[in-house]
């Protein structure tokens, strides 16, 4: 039973703990956040207008990536957007991203990967000049990511 006195110091270390770790990883967001910004400024764009960064790779899921892709392309033309396109066109038909003329969309030789924020298909929502949340696509909740991004960015 909590709450008897000698229960003191095990809450003590749990609650010093947590704060521990909101702080660290609360501090990795901004950094991560700073990150993308940097990277953003290399590619003459301004990180502040964009709700959500989109990336697309050729790695883990195919078929999951596939479906991204084609999610991506629905959104292709939100100024609120930009989607960065890590996938070389071998296993994902990436055409009509270069056949675009969008200003939202980079093509990367691998400078994202190098930043350690998402190394997958995936997405970055953003919120008031910081990282709120990143998301990894994955088989097992891949609908009901696609339908949450498509809220984010409706």
């Known amino acids: ?19 521990i770790m909101l702080l660290i990883f609360g501090c990795q967001n901004d950094n991560n956040y ?34 991204f892709s084609n999610f991506l392309l629905t ?5 609120e957007v930009v989607s960065i396109i ?10 009509k991203f270069e056949s675009s003329k969008c200003h939202n969309i980079i093509f990367d030789n691998g400078k994202f990967l190098k930043l350690n924020i998402l190394n997958q298909s995936g997405a970055i929502i953003l919120e008031e000049n910081r ?9 097992e909740d891949l609908l009901n990511q696609i339908s949450y991004l498509s809220k984010v960015v409706k």
């Open 1 to 19: 039973m909590i709450g008897k006195k000698s229960d003191l110091p095990l809450l003590r270390y749990l609650k010093g703990s947590l704060i």
């Open 34 to 67: 700073l990150k993308l910004q940097n990277y953003f400024v290399l590619h003459n764009m301004e990180i502040g207008k964009y709700k959500c960064v989109f990336i697309l790779t050729e790695t883990n899921c195919t078929n999951c990536n596939k479906l």
């Open 75 to 79: 959104h292709i033309s939100n100024t």
């Open 86 to 95: 890590l996938a070389s066109g071998t296993i994902i038909d990436i055409s």
């Open 131 to 139: 990282i709120d949340s990143i998301i990894k696509i994955n088989s």
